[in-house]
């Protein structure tokens, strides 16, 4: 089923039938439900390294990547006390936000104040993925 461009680059992805409303009209089966990519991480090759997507109830069907690897334990927990937030980003979207800052050479404070956020880690999801599409378009800083 179709997710996006940015999984252009991500290993083949298989939702197991238990997580998706299959259905059978005839001889074919169909899926009419929404799927979207929740986090996505890259490594400096660009490649996927990490990827979470959610169904329209916003149930997680598919997850690649170990979400707490190389983390502290008390990053582990920030991030378990704050996972039923709505505006707070995950450690691994603030990391790739870091990495396309990195990319890009765009700093911080100019994300800051075009997007009006105090606090980058505090933004929704939806402005991350704003953010993230901006940052996805720009060339990187050493391709001048």
Not at 31 to 54: K, P
Not at 115 to 137: H, T
Request: aromatic share 8%; glycine share 8%; proline share 3%.
């Amino acid at each position: 089923w179709g997710i996006g461009r940015e999984l252009y680059s991500a290993p083949f992805i298989w939702v197991p039938a238990s997580k998706a409303a299959i259905s059978k009209k005839g001889d074919r089966y169909y899926c009419n439900e929404s799927f979207y990519v929740r986090t996505i991480a890259y490594n400096d090759e660009r490649e996927i390294s990490g990827l979470v997507i959610a169904d329209g109830k916003n149930c997680t069907v598919y997850e690649m990547g170990q979400k707490t690897a190389g983390r502290t334990g008390a990053q582990a927990k920030r991030t378990a006390e704050t996972a039923g937030k709505q505006h707070r980003i995950s450690d691994l979207q603030m990391d790739s936000l870091e990495k396309e800052l990195q990319r890009t050479g765009v700093g911080i404070d100019a994300v800051k104040e075009r997007y009006k956020i105090d606090n980058p880690e505090n933004m929704s999801e939806e402005l991350y993925r704003r953010v993230m599409s901006a940052l996805a378009k720009t060339k990187p800083s050493d391709a001048a």
